[in-house]
């Protein structure tokens, strides 16, 4: 049977430049951590996308998280009951192993470049890599200057919010917490949070992933609400709750601010809450915070709102345009590279690492990319 898989963002391209939660990947890796080093091209997302399938293939469970900078590509795998994973240690990530020797390692695609026939291109890896560089940091400029934006609007909602009638929405998930109480708090220990993206701003626009982290959750509520009405403070509460209660949390951010929540998910009591769209219609209970509005004061706002939501939409399409600039700059960066690699050799040694993790995950037989 084969295994599940599940999809998220790891980092996020936003208005605080890119946003990195790779911690909460990594900490996958109870055995094995593969960083994965190389230049543009070499196949490290080619290699992980490999490996990721053949253990698909023998019944084993795949988070894969995908690059926000290059939705098409994979920042990392964690092969989950094998307590594995590999990942992407290059800029702008730049990780290392916390272990190394121990239960982490380097793979250097770089040691199959033909360092001689690359040197040739050197000004134009150069050029090529500051102006993927000015490309972004471009974009976060305008990320920036669109979440002020975004903070007016929010301001203007919360000044016409009724947040005290919003205890009525956190009572109800309280009760359906408290069924979840240890007996004696003398023993209770506390949940744990983990932080991803479900969605990010990309080359290809704004693409989110929520499905595929709820596919298997029977009870999903779909908070709805304009900005300013208090859905990152509601799920920020009903996540404390939940882990003082002892119940893990996994707590999925928004793109254009990092620190403000679309979902969370209680996996151990099937239930989740999100704001993605994918769940308006196809959800267990609709809970709509705009109920909470005074419509009469929002009145006062309406043009105001209007405006700045203009600017705002203007801001985000400016800022994705620059992201996808950025990675056709990418692809032309890689050009420098892909000829010049020893792709054969590669393979070799992605043949070799799927028969190590192959053994760390305690599967029997030898089947190759080959096979």
């Known amino acids: ?58 019944g ?18 964690a092969i989950l009951d094998a307590g594995i994973v590999m ?33 040739a291109n050197t000004d134009k890896i150069i050029a090529s890599t500051h102006e993927v560089s000015r490309l972004f940091a471009r974009g976060y400029r305008f990320l920036s200057a669109a979440r002020a934006i975004a903070d007016n609007i929010c301001a203007m909602h919360q000044q016409s919010m009724d947040f005290s009638s919003m205890n009525k929405v956190l009572g109800l998930f309280d009760k359906v917490l408290l069924k979840h109480t240890y007996p004696s708090e003398e023993y209770a220990s506390v949940g744990r949070e983990r932080h991803l993206f479900s969605c990010a701003y990309t080359p290809e626009g704004f693409i989110d992933l929520t499905d595929s982290i709820l596919q298997n959750t029977r009870k999903v509520y779909y908070l709805d609400g304009v900005m300013g009405t208090g859905k990152t403070t509601l799920m920020r509460k009903i996540a404390s709750r939940a882990t003082e209660k002892g119940l893990d949390v996994e707590i999925y951010h928004t793109p254009l601010i ?61 800022g994705i345009d620059c992201i996808y600039k950025a990675k056709k700059e990418h692809d032309v960066l890689e050009q420098y590279y892909v000829p010049n690699m020893n792709f054969a050799a590669a393979g ?24």
């Open 348 to 371: 070799e040694k992605s043949e070799d690492v799927l028969k190590r993790i192959l053994r760390l995950a305690q599967v029997k037989g030898s089947r190759t990319f080959s096979n």
């Open 87 to 119: 990942v992407d240690g290059t800029n702008p990530h730049l990780i290392d192993p916390k272990y190394p020797g121990g239960i982490g390692e380097i793979i250097n695609l770089g040691e199959y470049w033909d360092v001689e026939a690359m040197q």
């Open 60 to 77: 084993y469970d795949l988070e894969v998280h995908y690059c926000s900078s290059d939705n098409k590509s994979l920042d990392g795998i």
């Open 1 to 58: 049977m084969q295994g599940r898989i599940k999809k998220v963002f790891p980092g996020g391209n936003t208005s605080e430049g890119f946003f990195s939660y790779y911690k909460y990947l990594l900490e996958k890796g109870s055995k094995r951590v593969f960083v994965i080093k190389g230049g543009p091209g070499v196949g490290k997302s080619t290699l992980m996308k490999k490996i990721g399938q053949k253990m698909l293939e023998l």
């Open 258 to 318: 990092p620190g403000k929540i679309g979902t969370i998910l209680i996996e151990e009591i099937d239930m989740a809450i999100t704001t993605s769209e994918k769940y308006r219609r196809n959800n267990y209970e609709p809970i709509n915070l705009n109920e909470f509005l005074d419509k009469s004061l929002m009145a006062n706002f309406k043009k105001d709102i209007q405006d700045d939501q203009q600017i705002l939409d203007n801001l985000l399409a400016k």
